[in-house]
């Protein structure tokens, strides 16, 4: 019999593909399909599993054992056996799940976002994005010297680290652009603490972008438009700002994704019908390590999170008028492929990478 079938209904599976295509399949379906009394802290335990999950997963990345998708089919089966013992023996929690104010996804979205990244230390503000962005561009042929004064777009810029990074390495003018006031609010907090001439910071949407045509040598958007609620009409914005003869740079999230988007996706299919905020502050009270909140919350609690393939990418890039794409195949030190190039499994741990694109624009 279809285990699947009887287990977890195809929009599920459509949202989660390894629940019909994976060797861990049997055990993500009895995960996802396991319920509980509604008297129960079931958003609680579910929170808590997700945690789990994160925790090993993270161990697993950091062994690269053989077979990752075994190790991984053992931690959902795990994680089952300890939701099904909570549910039957956990007592209340005193602190009830509630409804969130809001479920407009702009609005959560940067709710999240401004959470994460209040979390950035000074350290890993100011010097390292330089480091790792000045690697990536580098190790794949791309001279630096390129974007000494240059004007440059930081599109959804976050708290600004890589727009303070692409002022350090040379860019005279830098904009970042991002629609969460806590960001841009942080963004600008930071900036006074160690000002830079030429960097500064706007509310604004990605998709409508306050730019003019060609405004900008160097367009730049990383981690961003996977997040949004129109991906083609960010391509065609970002492309649109760039100067004839710019350049770009774009980082997206990967089809296929190996087994850390199938675990990404089976722990936002858990926490579907959870409260955000909810969810955000008991990961804040479980003391989650900041790590682990910055490598899987991000996706794991944001509503829109799009994977592409490179081809896919590339090809609406093309559509938009981008020019000479070229995927970026080395990375920074600590990006996944440069630092286990020799790990036999890493395809089927990470699939094929995280996307990272140069182009430019005639
Ligand atoms: C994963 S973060 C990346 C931030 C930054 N690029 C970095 O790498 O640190 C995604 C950012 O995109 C912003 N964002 C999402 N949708 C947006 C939109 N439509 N317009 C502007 N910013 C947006 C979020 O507020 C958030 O700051």
Avoid at 54 to 77: G, S, T, V
Avoid at 213 to 219: A, K, L, R, S
Avoid at 262 to 285: G, N, Q, S, T
Avoid at 315 to 331: F, H, V
């Amino acid at each position: 019999m279809n285990m699947q079938a009887t287990l977890v209904s195809q929009d599920i599976i459509d949202r989660c593909p390894c629940l019909k295509d994976s060797s861990y399949k049997d055990e993500a379906s009895k995960l996802i399909s396991l319920n509980a009394p509604a008297s129960s802290d079931w958003d609680l335990h579910k929170i808590m599993a997700v945690y789990r999950i994160c925790f090993h997963f993270r161990k697993l990345e950091e062994d690269k054992p053989a077979q990752p998708d075994k190790a991984f089919a053992k931690i959902l089966d795990d994680v089952t056996h300890y939701l099904k013992a909570a549910i039957e023996t956990m007592p209340p929690y005193l602190y009830p799940s509630q409804q969130d104010e809001t479920d407009k996804v702009e609005d959560v979205t940067a709710d999240h976002y401004g959470n994460l990244f209040s979390y950035f230390n000074d350290e890993k503000y100011y010097e390292e994005p330089s480091e790792l962005l000045g690697q990536r561009l580098e190790r794949n042929g791309f001279d630096l010297s390129w974007l000494n004064g240059k004007s440059v777009l930081d599109a959804g810029c976050g708290n600004g680290r890589y727009t303070y990074a692409l002022s350090n390495l040379g860019a005279s003018k830098v904009t970042g652009l991002d629609m969460s006031k806590t960001n841009i609010a942080d963004a600008e907090k930071r900036l006074s603490g160690r000002p830079r001439e030429g960097v500064s910071y706007q509310l604004g949407s990605v998709l409508d972008m306050p730019f003019k045509d060609g405004e900008f040598d160097f367009v730049f958007s990383n981690g961003v438009l996977h997040h949004t609620t129109d991906l083609d009409k960010g391509l065609e914005e970002l492309v649109r700002v760039m100067k004839p003869e710019g350049r770009g740079f774009l980082m997206l999230i990967n089809d296929p994704g190996g087994i850390k988007w199938d675990m990404i996706e089976i722990c936002r299919e858990l926490l579907r019908d959870v409260p955000y905020r909810y969810a955000h502050d008991i990961f804040l009270k479980l003391n989650m390590p900041t790590h682990l909140r910055f490598l899987y919350l991000d996706h794991i609690l944001v509503p829109i999170n799009i994977r592409l393939s490179a081809k896919q990418i590339s090809d609406k890039l093309a559509s938009y008028g981008a020019t000479d794409i070229e995927r970026l195949e080395r990375g920074a030190d600590v990006d996944e492929f440069e630092k286990f190039e020799n790990y036999a499994d890493k395809e089927i741990l990470w699939g094929s990478g995280i996307h990272r694109f140069l182009f430019s624009k005639k």
